[in-house]
């Protein structure tokens, strides 16, 4: 027996004649009825996330800590309700939930911009900082000076760390005060708007008068083979090519239709699969680590930099690649079912 419960299923465990699964808080109510309050649940969110964020201007620590967990906040509320709106779409007004939900998607990807660049640049110097240590690297992770395991990354290492801070501080200030210019936007507070009013008011279709069990179960259930067929469709271990960036491109599809399936379940379980947690966090993983080595790799063709400056930044490039890889062996050795299309035994 595979473990989940309820949860994501296998390839072959699904047929053409089997219904969804439906979950008994949905079983007798109408959809209007579920998906409604989630839905004013999460604007509920939004608002009150947006007013903390407001009320934390002050420009110390203290303030700023409370202004990214207040952004942090409202880009967790936009996925969700955009997610929602997405995939349960039928049961909602189409041109309004398509509306709101592309607007959702602008916000959060302008908020999410200076978060990942402060991210990734600790990721990479710590990286540095471990690569031009004392610990000692698989040889496969060096390729440098015979017999010491290590790089020689030197003076090199220091004027990386530099380049890369240099750049990536001026792209995460760019973002933050993109991010502002976005808050204090007429586009913004159109949103604003509709979210405030999604808080009272949920603008359901006449189907959402119908039976939650086949208008909310059955776009879950297909939201979850989406992301069953994508995980069978990703590359096996032995065809990965680990410094192939063109192959990262099925593994972030692959962690959207995730955080898809996991929103869709939330709303018909009321809670997300618990047995995905380790799989999506292994995919986030893959995605910081893939940013990242790209983020050296930019570095690296920075023009008229030192050799030195270049090799490092090169390391670098290679041990994010390397935890590109280690991240999709977390992925399949978590993943709770068939990773290529074959059931585990």
């Known amino acids: 027996m595979t473990p989940g419960g309820a949860g994501v299923r296998r390839p072959d465990q699904h047929t053409q004649a089997a219904a969804p699964a439906h979950a008994p808080g949905i079983t007798g109510v109408s959809a209007g009825s579920v998906l409604g309050p989630y839905l004013r649940t999460q604007a509920a969110d939004f608002l009150r996330s947006l007013r903390l964020h407001r009320e934390s201007t002050a420009p110390t620590d203290a303030g700023s800590r409370a202004a990214e967990q207040a952004a942090t906040a409202l880009r967790r509320s936009s996925r969700r309700i955009g997610a929602t709106l997405r995939t349960f779409r039928t049961a909602l007004d189409p041109l309004w939930a398509e509306q709101l939900r592309t607007e959702l998607s602008w916000l959060s990807g302008t908020l999410a911009r200076e978060h990942a660049y402060a991210d990734r640049l600790t990721r990479l110097l710590e990286a540095l900082h471990g690569l031009s240590g004392d610990p ?195 992925f399949r050795a978590s993943w709770p079912y068939a990773t290529t299309g074959a059931a585990r035994s």
Do not use: C, K, M
Not at 195 to 200: C, D, F, H, Q
Not at 202 to 212: E, H, K, Y
């Open 136 to 330: 000692v690297l698989p040889a496969a992770r060096t390729g440098d000076t015979p017999g010491t395991g290590r790089p020689v990354l030197g003076v090199g290492a220091a004027r990386a760390g530099a380049l890369l801070e240099r750049q990536l501080t001026l792209a995460r200030t760019r973002a933050h005060s993109a991010a502002l210019q976005a808050l204090g936007s007429a586009r913004f507070h159109a949103v604003a708007d509709a979210v405030a009013l999604l808080a009272s008011e949920v603008p359901l279709s006449p189907a959402a008068a119908g039976p939650a069990g086949e208008l909310l179960a059955e776009p879950a259930d297909r939201a979850e083979q989406r992301l069953l067929g994508a995980v069978a469709a990703l590359p096996s271990d032995e065809s990965a090519e680990p410094y192939n960036e063109a192959h990262d491109a099925p593994w972030h599809q692959t962690r959207l239709l995730l955080r898809l399936h996991r929103y869709a379940h939330e709303v018909v379980h009321g809670a997300p699969d618990p047995v995905l947690a380790a799989p999506g966090h292994a995919l986030d993983l893959h995605r910081d680590a893939a940013e990242a080595a790209g983020a050296a790799a930019s570095a690296a063709r920075t023009p008229r930099i030192a050799p030195a400056t270049a090799y490092a930044l090169g390391v670098l490039h290679a041990d994010q690649r390397h935890e590109v890889e280690a991240a999709r062996t977390l």
